[in-house]
């Protein structure tokens, strides 16, 4: 199957400081990622969706301003916590939509990256 | 209104038994597509199953199979003989047009 990255896989933080996160199709071309964010012991909450070349689509409820999506080349997006405050600590995980063509509709997840804002 | 819907939300089986995990859904769409994952401690979702709303047959994958009665609006997952690695939070999910939503999640814990 397809592989996507993220990196990093962890990062501690300081409140008030901004943490960006990349997420790489490694061996794809992926026009569109989706960017989730998951509590503890919670499901996976979709946040935006991030299409190359154009402004990524946010969730009711997620602040656009606060979650900076960039998604400039065919193979990665970026995910920009800014101003990141003890709340916005999560894990935070990327998945890209399967080529065109693949047999079905598949999402394939990055490995996560667990945020901690102190 | 919740569109994915898992009720258990932890279930013990015991080792080399059958289990199901149940999923509901609610979609006015008529194509949708229902996804299994499953997300071990370490965190990664893994995809184990994959069933069109216009599939004939269940879909199945090795020990997976996915129980798709379209009428009910159910997609419950079987996995047989379970493995002690099979222990793991097991998630179920529902296209809608190009968003992937989820459920809450069930907790397998597999007993020796």
């Known amino acids: 199957g397809a592989v996507v990255s993220q990196h990093p896989s962890w990062v501690i933080c300081k409140s008030g400081t901004s943490v960006k996160i990349e997420c790489r199709s490694l061996?794809?071309?992926?026009?569109?990622m989706f960017w989730y964010r998951q509590f503890p012991k919670q499901s996976l909450m979709l946040m935006a969706t991030?299409?190359?070349?154009?402004?990524?689509?946010?969730e009711q409820g997620v602040e656009k301003d606060k979650f900076l999506i960039n998604h400039a080349s065919l193979t990665l997006s970026t995910l920009t916590v800014t101003s990141a405050h003890p709340e916005d600590s999560s894990f935070y995980i990327c998945?890209?939509?399967?080529?065109?063509?693949?047999?079905?509709?598949?999402?394939?997840f990055g490995p996560g990256t667990r945020l901690t804002v102190l | 209104a919740q569109k994915i819907t898992q009720t258990q939300p932890g279930m013990f089986v015991q080792e080399k038994e059958a289990v199901t995990l149940d999923c509901t859904y609610d979609t006015s769409d008529p194509s949708y597509g229902l996804f299994w994952y499953k997300q071990p401690s370490s965190g990664e979702m893994i995809f184990l199953i994959y069933q069109g709303s216009y599939d004939q047959q269940n879909a199945t994958e090795g020990r997976y199979s996915l129980n798709f009665q379209k009428a009910r609006k159910s997609a419950n997952l079987v996995i047989s003989a379970s493995q002690l690695g099979d222990s793991a939070m097991y998630f179920c999910a529902m296209r809608e047009g190009s968003r992937i939503i989820f459920g809450k999640g069930t907790r397998l814990h597999i007993l020796p």
């Open positions: 998945s890209a939509l399967s080529p065109a063509g693949a047999r079905v509709y598949e999402q394939f």
């Open positions: 061996d794809f071309q992926a026009t569109t």
């Open positions: 991030s299409n190359e070349g154009s402004k990524a689509t946010y």
